[in-house]
């Protein structure tokens, strides 16, 4: 049955190559894939393609890499021709038109990597984890013409643990979120089914990170600190500034300590810093500007942190 069914997938990122490729492997017809232009990258700005692409030539998919899409009659006539049942759409990076959402008949469907109505936006599992969320999932959904706001068809919950951080949650879900897609689309062909429209007042938003939102604010509790820097890896990140130098913090454990605020602490080799709310950061992996990734240890070598000395001064 799969065979007989003609899907458009868009889709750019890593997250999206799972989805695409089990789509093949479970015998669905993939008679285009929409991905984003190929960009300019690196010192020497050569254009690299994006992981969606590779993949698609790869499977030896058909590939339209539109620099836009919604007043783009070319485009629109190629997707007519096409006349898919379904278009998917995973981490595309456009906002897909209203003529694109009318044209198959089951719609736009889009595998999005929170339990939707929470987590809207661009950005959901890395506020998940920075919003110290334990449970969170995938959600596909019918799109309509607003933010992330389209009928519910399936969703699958996943725990988040403990040491997860976005780069490594991201491909949990992923792969979880590829399944779902099949089936997904399987029981939409068998018209067993049935979307259930969002309850908007429990909605959530997750936008488009800032390198402003890696700044540590040192009153928020410890915890939430760390949960933020787990968020926001590999960028934003979780940054300061150390005697006029930018400071990167990878990692760090939580405390039950009180210290004036985001001040130094030196332990033998331990470096504490004071946090909101009576907590501290034990400090467990650095980065000042224009050096290595460093511990904790090597750098009070470096460096030698003076008394009352403060990060963010």
């Given at each position: 049955?799969?065979?007989?069914f003609?899907?458009?997938?868009?889709?750019?990122?890593?997250?999206?190559?799972?989805t695409?490729?089990r789509?093949?492997?479970?015998?669905?017809?993939?008679?285009?894939?929409?991905?984003?232009p190929?960009?300019?990258?690196g010192?020497?700005?050569?254009?690299?393609?994006?992981?969606?692409?590779?993949?698609?030539?790869?499977?030896?998919l058909?590939?339209?890499?539109?620099e836009?899409?919604?007043?783009?009659?070319?485009?629109?006539?190629?997707?007519?021709?096409?006349?898919?049942?379904?278009?998917?759409?995973?981490?595309?990076?456009?906002?897909?038109?209203q003529?694109?959402?009318?044209?198959?008949?089951?719609?736009?469907?889009?595998?999005?990597?929170?339990?939707?109505?929470?987590?809207r936006?661009?950005?959901?599992?890395q506020?998940?984890?920075?919003?110290?969320?334990?449970?969170?999932?995938?959600t596909?959904?019918?799109?309509?013409a607003g933010?992330?706001?389209?009928?519910?068809l399936?969703?699958?919950?996943?725990?988040?643990?403990?040491?997860?951080?976005?780069?490594?949650?991201?491909?949990?879900?992923?792969?979880?979120?590829?399944?779902?897609?099949?089936?997904?689309?399987?029981?939409?062909?068998?018209?067993?089914?049935?979307?259930?429209?969002?309850?908007?007042?429990?909605?959530?938003?997750?936008?488009?990170?800032?390198?402003?939102?890696?700044?540590?604010?040192?009153s928020?509790?410890?915890?939430?600190?760390?949960?933020?820097?787990?968020?926001?890896q590999?960028?934003?990140?979780?940054?300061?500034?150390?005697r006029?130098k930018?400071?990167?913090?990878?990692?760090?454990?939580?405390?039950?300590?009180?210290?004036?605020?985001?001040?130094?602490?030196?332990?033998?080799?331990?470096?504490?810093?004071?946090?909101?709310?009576?907590?501290?950061?034990?400090?467990?992996?650095?980065q000042?500007?224009?050096k290595?990734?460093?511990?904790?240890?090597?750098?009070?070598?470096?460096?030698?942190?003076?008394?009352g000395?403060?990060?963010?001064?």
């Amino acid at each position: 049955m799969s065979q007989s069914f003609s899907l458009v997938f868009c889709g750019t990122p890593r997250f999206a190559v799972p989805t695409l490729d089990r789509l093949v492997e479970a015998g669905f017809r993939v008679d285009l894939v929409v991905t984003q232009p190929d960009r300019p990258k690196g010192r020497g700005l050569e254009l690299v393609s994006s992981p969606v692409k590779k993949c698609a030539q790869k499977l030896e998919l058909p590939i339209a890499q539109p620099e836009r899409i919604k007043n783009n009659d070319d485009f629109r006539a190629q997707l007519t021709n096409l006349k898919p049942d379904a278009i998917v759409v995973v981490g595309y990076g456009r906002i897909v038109p209203q003529w694109m959402l009318d044209l198959p008949p089951l719609g736009n469907i889009n595998l999005h990597a929170s339990l939707l109505p929470k987590y809207r936006g661009a950005a959901p599992i890395q506020w998940a984890i920075a919003r110290g969320e334990t449970i969170t999932g995938v959600t596909t959904m019918k799109i309509d013409a607003g933010l992330d706001t389209g009928d519910i068809l399936l969703q699958r919950e996943i725990p988040i643990a403990p040491n997860d951080t976005a780069e490594t949650l991201a491909p949990k879900l992923a792969a979880v979120g590829a399944d779902l897609t099949v089936t997904t689309l399987r029981e939409l062909q068998t018209s067993t089914l049935s979307p259930r429209p969002q309850d908007h007042t429990q909605a959530t938003i997750a936008p488009i990170l800032k390198k402003e939102d890696g700044l540590i604010d040192f009153s928020r509790p410890a915890a939430e600190i760390l949960n933020r820097m787990r968020g926001f890896q590999p960028w934003p990140g979780a940054h300061s500034t150390f005697r006029g130098k930018n400071l990167q913090v990878w990692q760090g454990a939580a405390l039950d300590l009180t210290l004036p605020l985001a001040e130094l602490n030196v332990e033998g080799v331990r470096l504490l810093v004071g946090c909101g709310q009576g907590t501290a950061i034990e400090l467990l992996e650095l980065q000042l500007e224009g050096k290595k990734r460093t511990s904790a240890s090597d750098f009070i070598r470096g460096y030698r942190p003076l008394p009352g000395e403060k990060f963010g001064s």
